[in-house]
């Protein structure tokens, strides 16, 4: 868990205002969209159209992007609503992400709404926001009625939408001026800090490590609930987690229950995850103590291809990845199996049984929507994954 994710909790998709932030209860502008892909079409149709082309239909705009998992998760319904109320509602799923890509989706993941390709934020220049899924709902008079998260929109609110009535849900305003190391606000010549603060609304949950004095003596963790903020502290995964608090405490769509901590370890080399549980038990009423228990698991090994990896003489412990990629410089083969494991990719624990020493560089990118197509690239990198059951050190988080 010293890697350094792309993705938590939430995706940050950083922009800047322009000046032209539409809100609830404003009327919608005519905008184009240049790069509309028709829902469903073996031929993929891109046409150029505007939000007028929707007169007297309530709009929908779902913003997403493919390497979202709750974004694609979230797809189902409203291909439902589309196909219940199609007559009268428009989904648009709006992306930043190039045609070409979206087009390749749309091939190995049918999607039964519309898609409009963003690239040149025309309405990504209207609608503040940090992260996505990123859902505004708009009456057929285009009077914006909410902006809200993607779980708040249900068959009774699309109801509601249509029939032209007020809706009543939590309104989804990201901070785009919230700035990490202004927040914690330590000089450059803080020698050691444990500074715990309440969670911070209309920001994702995030986590970066020290730079310039603090390179290898700092990490600063944003919006993690207590459970998050212990498997941090001891490099384990949500699977390898037994949690026995009560779920109230730890529930994450309750800002209370949200915390922000930065870290900061006398000198480089001293760990800071070490210092974390020191620490951690001071603040929370909370025992952690780890068990050997059966669980199933997925085992990455090698396969009789050769291993298409460059060996790298640097040494690195971070490296990049989302839910269709990872790349690193300098990084071991045991990052694989991290990188399942924390991003959720099998569900369970994974484990490393490659057998394989040394450092790395890698870049593997594939198709989360194509299916099978992930298992074959990291075969034709020289690896493969096995479903089997093994005894593991698992975290039990309890009450003291």
Request: net charge neutral; with cysteine.
């Amino acid at each position: 868990m010293k890697t350094l994710f792309a993705l938590l909790v939430s995706t940050a998709v950083w922009i800047t205002s322009n000046g032209q932030t539409l809100t609830v209860g404003d009327k919608l502008p005519t905008i184009a969209l240049p790069n509309c892909i028709v829902p469903a079409s073996p031929t993929n149709v891109v046409k150029t159209l505007n939000t007028q082309s929707f007169d007297q239909k309530a709009i929908i705009f779902d913003f997403w992007a493919t390497w979202c998992g709750p974004c694609i998760a979230s797809m189902p319904k409203y291909e439902g609503f589309q196909k219940k109320y199609g007559d009268q509602l428009q989904i648009i799923g709006v992306t930043h992400e190039k045609v070409k890509r979206i087009q390749s989706f749309v091939r190995n993941r049918p999607v039964g709404f519309m898609l409009a390709v963003d690239t040149a934020s025309a309405l990504r220049a209207y609608f503040d926001y940090r992260t996505i899924p990123h859902v505004v709902l708009i009456d057929k008079s285009g009077v914006i009625k909410a902006i809200t998260n993607s779980d708040n929109v249900t068959e009774d609110v699309i109801r509601e939408l249509i029939a032209g009535h007020e809706l009543s849900l939590p309104l989804k305003k990201d901070r785009l001026d919230f700035n990490l190391e202004e927040y914690f606000n330590a000089s450059a010549g803080t020698r050691e800090s444990f500074n715990l603060q309440a969670g911070v609304q209309g920001v994702g949950s995030m986590s970066k490590v020290g730079q310039d004095n603090f390179t290898k003596r700092r990490l600063s963790m944003i919006n993690f609930t207590i459970d998050g903020l212990y498997r941090m502290a001891y490099h384990v995964s949500y699977f390898r987690t037994v949690i026995e608090l009560d779920p109230k405490t730890i529930e994450y769509s309750d800002i209370k229950n949200r915390y922000c901590l930065d870290v900061i370890v006398p000198k480089a080399g001293d760990d800071i995850y070490a210092y974390m549980q020191q620490q951690l038990p001071k603040h929370f009423d909370i025992k952690a103590h780890w068990e050997k228990r059966k669980a199933p698991v997925m085992v990455v090994k090698r396969n009789a291809s050769p291993m298409t990896f460059e060996p790298s003489a640097e040494q690195n412990e971070y490296y990049g990845a989302s839910g269709n990629h990872i790349n690193g410089t300098g990084i071991k083969i045991s990052a694989l199996a991290e990188y399942f494991e924390s991003f959720g990719i099998f569900n369970m624990p994974v484990i490393d049984e490659t057998n394989t020493s040394g450092r790395y560089n890698i870049q593997l990118e594939w198709q989360p929507e194509k299916k099978g197509d992930m298992v074959e690239v990291f075969r034709k990198a020289g690896f493969e994954l096995v479903k089997e059951e093994r005894e593991i050190n698992m975290l039990v988080l309890s009450p003291k």
